[in-house]
């Protein structure tokens, strides 16, 4: 195989039959301009690296972006021991005992239903509050959990009230 620069069959064949210090060949300038090459191109990024820096710094934040994963909507209803309200969404997620949930959203401890009415509510364990108006309820710890007062409202309340 030939080289297209030089006529030899290898390139230590090309070497070794020029003498030292000879003029320079075909080879020798075409690595010579393509080191210059380099060498400005490198210059050039030298003037403008601060561009570099932040089209780089732009460029990751917009990977980062794009790779994190996004959170779920639920995970904006927070659970409330402490009287905390969640301002993403406007409501409630409520685990107390049911006079405290009851008090919690105004209704009379009147309309408190004793602990058998209650233990037909789903367990925890059964049902996982997704969306207002779902309740659960404990009977081993007597814990009530629910999402915003309408749950509560339309099963407890609004049955027992006289027109």
Not at 67 to 95: F, S, Y
Not at 119 to 125: D, K, V
Not at 127 to 134: I, T
């Amino acid at each position: 195989m030939k080289y297209p620069f030089r006529d030899f069959p290898s390139p230590l064949g090309a070497r070794n039959s020029r003498p030292l210090g000879g003029p320079p060949d075909e080879l020798d300038r075409w690595l010579v301009r393509w080191r210059l090459g380099m060498f400005k191109s490198i210059y050039r990024l030298r003037q403008h690296r601060w561009r570099v820096v932040g089209v780089l710094l732009i460029l990751a934040l917009l990977v980062t972006v794009w790779l994190l994963p996004m959170p779920d909507e639920t995970g904006a209803v927070q659970t409330i021991h402490n009287r905390e309200t969640t301002l993403v969404t406007g409501l409630q997620k409520v685990c107390d005992h049911p006079q405290q949930v009851f008090q919690q959203f105004g209704y009379a401890q009147a309309k408190v239903p004793d602990r058998n009415t209650l233990s037909q509510l789903p367990t925890p364990a059964h049902l996982q509050l997704q969306k207002q108006g779902d309740m659960t309820y404990d009977p081993a710890t007597d814990i009530l959990c629910t999402i915003g007062g309408s749950g509560i409202y339309t099963r407890f309340v609004q049955h027992l009230q006289k027109w």
